[in-house]
């Protein structure tokens, strides 16, 4: 007996197509989760340009504040010079002891070095500007104010806290993920339903390269529905996990509102408390300046003393850095506001209340 071997090729090409008619809500859920997804990543946008435009405010009027105070310290050595001239000159006539030339000297060196110090701070305060608004750091800034603004902000409470419920980033992301808890529910308890689908191909074959040999062709189309009768109970384990899931989100929403809310009506004490001192250390810078006016005089028409005039100029700093601190804390509350209440970055409200209706509408 005897045998032959034989060698053929043979080449197939195929196409199928699988169409889910029906998941029990599985593949629905999950597009839905997935749209819930891109709109919490648009509103982490929205929080970290907010977050941006607070550093930067907060930067602006940080440098607008230090050159006001650059401006005080060296308006300081100015008159803490002249006076030392002033007393200078007595001395050498007589009039004055050498007492007051050295506690003049003194008190001038420190404001010196307080200047100094001044100086330093704008020069710091200018890079750290530079850095959050993306510039070299040796950019040389031109502010497009020369001192701190105190405009009138108008809005209640109330309107504050309204808004914010309705348009803070953390306060929608909180209840963008109850939504997706809710979807999640309903994903896992699609593995307790039936599945339908459909299924259609094409398929091709030859023993010759490609194998697309159109007289040997095939097709199929078929219907299936599967149903799981028993896994275990990994779908129902599944199903409890997200409704526990779900109440972990309710309750996280919860806190979270509070919480804006707590934020919300500080930042708002906050500026009526800020504005409220602005126009109390206004008044004592008036009052300050004038007292130093007079001690100087009396001084001079040598029925005063020195050290009423030396203390006259540092009530007169001290009365002027509480005024500019003031005024920084109300600017800079303003913006913590806004930001706390999620207004849009882009519109450049002042007053957040006038237009909640269209925002983000």
Do not use: C
Not at 35 to 53: D, F, P
Request: glycine share 8%; net charge negative; aromatic share 6%.
């Amino acid at each position: 007996m005897g045998g032959a071997n034989s060698v053929s090729n043979a080449f197939s090409n195929g196409i199928s197509v699988n169409i889910p008619l029906y998941t029990g809500g599985l593949v629905e859920g999950q597009i839905d989760v997935a749209k819930l997804g891109k709109t919490n990543a648009q509103e982490e946008i929205l929080r970290v340009e907010q977050a941006t435009k607070y550093s930067a405010i907060q930067g602006y009027y940080g440098l607008l504040a230090y050159q006001e105070l650059q401006g005080v310290y060296h308006e300081a050595v100015d008159n803490l010079q002249g006076h030392l001239d002033n007393v200078q000159a007595q001395y050498n006539v007589g009039t004055k002891a050498k007492v007051d030339v050295l506690s003049s000297d003194v008190s001038l060196a420190n404001a010196k070095t307080t200047a100094i110090t001044a100086d330093n701070n704008v020069a710091v305060a200018e890079s750290n500007l530079n850095n959050i608004l993306g510039l070299p750091l040796e950019t040389k800034l031109n502010l497009a104010d020369h001192q701190l603004p105190f405009d009138t902000y108008n809005i209640s409470l109330q309107e504050a806290t309204d808004y914010a419920m309705k348009y803070r980033p953390e306060v929608l992301q909180a209840a963008i993920a109850v939504q997706e808890a809710e979807r999640n529910i309903d994903i896992a308890d699609a593995g307790n339903k039936p599945t339908v689908a459909i299924t259609g191909g094409n398929d091709w074959a030859d023993n010759t390269f490609p194998g697309i040999d159109a007289n040997k062709r095939s097709w199929k189309v078929a219907a299936g529905v599967t149903y799981n009768f028993y896994d275990g109970g990994a779908t129902k384990a599944k199903v409890n996990q997200a409704k526990q899931d779900l109440l972990v989100a309710r309750e996280t929403e919860q806190k979270t509102r509070e919480a804006v809310q707590l934020e919300v009506k500080q930042a708002y004490l906050n500026i009526r408390s800020a504005a409220q001192k602005v126009e109390e250390t206004q008044t004592v810078v008036d009052q300050a300046r004038e007292n130093y006016r007079i001690q100087n005089i009396r001084y001079q028409a040598g029925v005063g003393i020195n050290l009423d005039v030396l203390d006259a100029q540092l009530s007169l700093n001290e009365a002027q850095v509480n005024h500019i601190q003031a005024l920084y804390d109300y600017n800079v509350g303003i913006a913590k506001l806004e930001q706390v209440m999620g207004v849009d970055v882009e519109s450049g409200v002042i007053h957040p209340s006038l237009t909640a209706t269209t925002y983000r509408g």
